[in-house]
Structures are given as structure tokens and as C-alpha cells.
């Protein structure tokens, strides 16, 4: 926790300092895809997971020398993951064979803040890495399981439900990730990024053990150069 206190207030210190000849300033969106995951304390041998959600929202850069930039976003993210089941149970349900799947559906409001270095740079293509804290606000999520349950000396039954995700606490993560922006003429930067979010929260329990995020997510945009007076960004 105190890294990413740490970390916000020197963006603030950075973002509020005196305007240099080479700083540059941007604003502009953000699309892109979320191929979502999740580790579970109580399956420490993973599940096959492939839900893919839709990542939305708005960022702002300012780069403040050639070699060094921050940026914020904020992003409306679909999380979670679909767990398919075929085989003996694990956690809770062991001794018991499963057949189905778990879907968990969780959306939230991110907002990251990263350092990015170039790799990279001419007058158009432009190369970096980045990486930096992450603060989630969970906005709403459902879980809906279709298991068919069996085993020695029971009668094997069928579980269909659907029911509401509990609001989880902030969800604290970290990531880190590669970068590439072409540059127009018109001064606009066109930019793809890849990156991974490593979860630091307990999001919720799954299976008797804790949650926690492991997402990969590409995402593509547009910049547009902005000028303001330092105080204001």
C-alpha cells in the first residue's frame, strides 16, 4: 500500500512541475480487449479460464522529456472468468465429480497510473515500456454456475443458478506492459499497448481461499496534443 502512495504522489509532483521546451501534453480514448483471468488461493494448480471482456475509457499523457512520460487512464473493464468443469472436484467438492461451468461476470471502473520509458524513437514510430499502480472500484458483477454434481453414495444432482457478485474492496493492482504510438502528421499519436495486471486484493472467496486478478488486455487509442498551463496538467 505504501508503494502505491508513494508512486501517486510523486505522478502528482512530476505532473505539477515547472513546463519544459520538450514536455508534451495529451488527451484521448481508449478501446480495447481484456482477456481476463484469475488466481484462486485454494487451486494453486490453476483453471482453464477464457472469458474476454471490452476495456473503454479515457487517458491522459504528459511526457516530460524525451525519455520519460506518465499517463493515467480511466477504464470501464469487464473481469472474471468462465471455469470449465469436467473432472473431480477441487477445493470444496473434493471427492466428488463435476461437469459444467462457472461464469463470473465482474465489471469495473479502473484507474491506473503508470511511468513509461521509451525503448525507442524517431519522428514517427515511438517504442516503451511502462508500468505502475492500479486502483479498481468494483461497479457490479453476477456469478451463474450449471453444475451437474456426483459421486460415491450420493444421488447426482444439477445446480443452476444465477446470483449476484458481492461488492468486493478496492482492488489493488500492479502492471507493466509494451507499448508502440505512430505519430500523424496532424500531431495526433495513434498507440497499442499489451500488459499484464497482477491483483494484490482478495476480490472475493472462491472455493474457501481468496481471488485475485491476472488479466492480459490490449488496448489501441488516439492522442490528441493538448496545451494547458502546468498547474492544471
Wanted: glycine fraction near 12%.
Amino acid at each position: 500500500m505504501r508503494a502505491f502512495v508513494l508512486f501517486i504522489l510523486g505522478s502528482v509532483m512530476i505532473v505539477a512541475s515547472p513546463s519544459q521546451a520538450q514536455q508534451q501534453k495529451y488527451v484521448g480514448f481508449v478501446l480495447g480487449a481484456n482477456f481476463a483471468n484469475e488466481s484462486l488461493d485454494s487451486l494453486p494448480d490453476g483453471i482453464p479460464s477464457h472469458r474476454t471482456g471490452i476495456l473503454a475509457g479515457l487517458q491522459i499523457e504528459r511526457w516530460f522529456s524525451p525519455q520519460w512520460g506518465l499517463g493515467m487512464q480511466i477504464i470501464y473493464a469487464q473481469e472474471g472468468r468462465n471455469e470449465d468443469l469436467n473432472g473431480p472436484g477441487r477445493g470444496i467438492f473434493y471427492g466428488f465429480a463435476r461437469k459444467g461451468s462457472v461464469n463470473i461476470e465482474a465489471n469495473y471502473l479502473d484507474v491506473p497510473s503508470f511511468l513509461k520509458k521509451t525503448i525507442f524513437e524517431n519522428n514517427v514510430v515511438h517504442t516503451y515500456a511502462f508500468a505502475g499502480p492500479v486502483v479498481g472500484f468494483f461497479l457490479s458483477g453476477s456469478v451463474h454456475q450449471n453444475i451437474l454434481i456426483s459421486g460415491p453414495g450420493i444421488t447426482s444432482f444439477e445446480n443452476d443458478t444465477t446470483f449476484a457478485l458481492p461488492a468486493s474492496s478496492l482492488d489493488f493492482s500492479v502492471l507493466f506492459g509494451l507499448g508502440v504510438s505512430v505519430k500523424l502528421d496532424s500531431g495526433q499519436m495513434l498507440f497499442l499497448d499489451a500488459s499484464y495486471w497482477y491483483g494484490l486484493t482478495n476480490i472475493f472467496e472462491s472455493y474457501g481461499g481468496a481471488t485475485y486478478t491476472r488479466d492480459l488486455r490490449l488496448t489501441a487509442g488516439i492522442l490528441f496534443p493538448i496545451h494547458l498551463p502546468s498547474l492544471l496538467f
